[in-house]
């Protein structure tokens, strides 16, 4: 098992930045690819980013690449996703995930670990 504690979500302006942190438990940290997904009410869960085992590989989300960054840090087991230029569509419960294909898998079917989500608010 893998347990999984996102942080830093909250309220901030249009433009602003924020740092999102996951903290992990249990098995070993990198063994696991990680990703951020969120989810808009109403809408389905999609992904954000994702990295891999030992971060040499990355993948962003066409809406998100170029403003989002995702990075890790095994010795912390903490993953990170560094938000920038946020915009009022980013607003979302952001999730955590991770997944024991290799790579930088996209798909929700592909994580077998969620943490409990946090919110993000992005006001215009």
């Known amino acids: 098992q893998v347990q999984l504690v996102e942080s830093g979500g909250g309220l901030v302006q249009a433009g602003d930045s924020l740092r999102l942190s996951c903290a992990a438990s249990?098995?070993?940290?990198?063994?696991?690819?990680m990703g951020w997904f969120r989810q808009a009410p109403g809408k389905e869960r999609q992904f954000v980013v994702a990295?891999?085992?030992?971060?040499?590989?990355?993948a962003a989300s066409d809406s998100v690449k170029g403003r989002f960054t995702i990075s890790r840090d095994n010795a912390k087991n903490t993953v990170y996703l560094q938000m920038n230029s946020l915009k009022p569509e980013d607003t979302a419960v952001y999730y955590c995930?991770?997944?024991?294909?290799?790579?930088?898998?996209?798909?929700?079917?592909?994580?077998?670990?969620w943490g409990q989500g946090t919110q993000v608010t992005v006001s215009s």
């Open positions: 990295i891999s085992q030992y971060g040499g590989t990355t």
């Open positions: 995930a991770a997944s024991s294909y290799y790579d930088t898998p996209r798909r929700v079917l592909d994580y077998g670990y």
């Open positions: 249990g098995r070993t940290f990198s063994n696991y690819a």
